[in-house]
């Protein structure tokens, strides 16, 4: 069945760095959109950036921009995401997700991975 | 942008009851809108995709309606299974979130 996993979480410091990854299973992750959502404790939900099948596009939220990179290996069925100049509101649970199309998102996400926890504290 | 706000923040129901969480756009919006079902500790799960379409394994007591500004998701006979928290999304854009429950 489709799936995906999320790895890389952890404690880092403010102004530190850290990749998430999200292994995928079950379908075809070389013609999927990808996205990156993200959950503080006890709030809601927020989107942070999703990328292209190809990785030629690659979309931001205004939070992570310029400090957040997303990214691909469709040879490895892998999605990343480089986390740069952590600040404590990046504290959260980092899910990945996919999209059901391809090129331009159709903005509804199945599946989604388990989230793993980033906490950003000195 | 867009801001997505829902209605009721909490909402306490019975199990049998019928259930109305409404989700307002800050300005008339396609039909991209989806409902999310999140349990504790859980990711959240898709029950309805543009508006009114239901996920494939969702249970038909759920259901999606409505256009323009406003849109609602019904769940026809609350189920013991259905306490939860639940999200609209437009785009990128969250609902806070209605919290269902006993």
């Known amino acids: 069945q489709l799936q995906l996993v999320e790895s890389g979480g952890g404690v880092v410091q403010p102004g530190g760095s850290l990749r998430l990854s999200c292994a995928a299973s079950g379908f075809t992750f070389s013609n999927s959109v990808m996205h990156w959502v993200r959950q503080a404790p006890g709030k809601g939900l927020e989107w942070v950036a999703f990328?292209?099948?190809?990785?030629?596009?690659?979309y931001y939220g205004d939070s992570v921009k310029g400090r957040f990179i997303i990214s691909r290996d469709n040879s490895k069925n892998t999605l990343y995401l480089q986390m740069n100049s952590l600040r404590p509101d990046d504290t959260a649970v980092y899910y990945c997700?996919?999209?059901?199309?391809?090129?331009?998102?159709?903005?509804?996400?199945?599946?989604w991975g388990q989230g793993t926890l980033v906490t950003v504290s000195s | 942008d867009i801001q997505m706000t829902q209605s009721p923040s909490t909402l306490s129901a019975s199990v049998g009851d019928r259930v109305t969480i409404t989700c307002r756009a800050s300005?008339?919006?396609?039909?991209?809108l989806a409902w999310y079902q999140q349990k504790p500790g859980r990711a959240p799960r898709v029950l309805i995709y543009?508006?009114?379409n239901l996920q494939s394994g969702v249970p038909s007591r759920f259901s999606g309606s409505g256009s323009g500004t406003e849109f609602t998701l019904t769940i026809s006979s609350l189920q013991p299974d259905d306490f939860a928290t639940y999200y609209c999304q437009h785009y990128r854009a969250f609902g806070q979130g209605t919290k269902v429950e006993i």
């Open positions: 997700a996919k999209d059901p199309t391809g090129v331009a998102p159709h903005w509804h996400f199945d599946p």
């Open positions: 300005q008339s919006i396609t039909g991209w």
């Open positions: 543009q508006a009114s």
């Open positions: 990328i292209r099948f190809d990785g030629s596009n690659k």
